[in-house]
T-cell receptor, first 114, second 109 residues
């Protein structure tokens, strides 16, 4: 397996534009996490899914952010409209559900909103 | 307020030195994990500690889980430039992973 795959690796967009980040899970994993990382706030959990169902979206900053899992192996995180303060590195991670399992991270998408 | 605190925030040392970084919480976790993140990459798991008082060794790295399962430490012996990176501790809460802010380690040759 190639691991968790995120695309794009880098995204530069203008304020107000829609941004869609994509994530392909490791085959067989049933938990999916979206994180945002900044120097100021570290790694923040935005939302996580179990078996394609959103379990906790309390970390999603506001209504401009939405995440979906249309199937067991793929997820998207959408920001509409984007703002400069959304600039960060966005990671998705997948794992098997369970208390002592490991989170496998993608390489991240570096988003810059100008 | 961070659920997990890590110290120090930054650490710069010479190759060959020893160091210890800490992860503390007021909450009890069923397990704690340590991850290392290199620039441009996602975090990668180093170890999971589950039992209070547990000590695990991974080559030059020694991990300890506190007796009360609220804190953990990572000790590196004879640090090398390849150890440079961001060290993150993570606790399991419900079914998700809660990360600390990290210790950014720089090992100078």
């Amino acid at each position: 397996d190639a691991g968790v795959i995120q695309s794009p690796r880098h995204e530069v967009t203008e304020m107000g534009q829609e941004v869609t980040l994509r994530c392909k899970l490791i085959s067989g994993h049933n938990s999916l996490f979206w994180y945002r990382q900044t120097m100021m706030r570290g790694l923040e959990l935005l939302i996580y899914f179990n078996n394609n169902v959103p379990i906790d979206d309390s970390g999603m900053p506001e209504d401009r952010f939405s995440a979906k899992m249309p199937n067991a192996s793929f997820s998207t995180l959408k920001i509409q409209p984007s703002e400069p303060r959304d600039s960060a590195v966005y990671f998705c991670a997948s794992s098997f559900a369970g208390m002592d399992t490991e989170a496998f991270f993608g390489q991240g998408t570096r988003l810059t909103v100008v | 307020t961070q659920l997990l605190e890590q110290s120090p925030q930054f650490l710069s040392i010479q190759e060959g030195e020893n160091l210890t970084v800490y992860c503390n919480s007021s909450s009890v976790f069923s397990s704690l994990q340590w991850y290392r993140q290199e620039p441009g990459e996602g975090p990668v798991l180093l170890v999971t500690v589950v039992t209070g008082g547990e000590v695990k060794k991974l080559k030059r790295l020694t991990f300890q889980f506190g007796d009360a399962r609220k804190d953990s430490s990572l000790h590196i012996t004879a640090a090398q430039p390849g150890d440079t990176g961001l060290y993150l501790c993570a606790g399991r809460r419900s079914q998700n992973f809660v990360f600390g802010p990290g210790t950014r380690l720089s090992v100078l040759p």
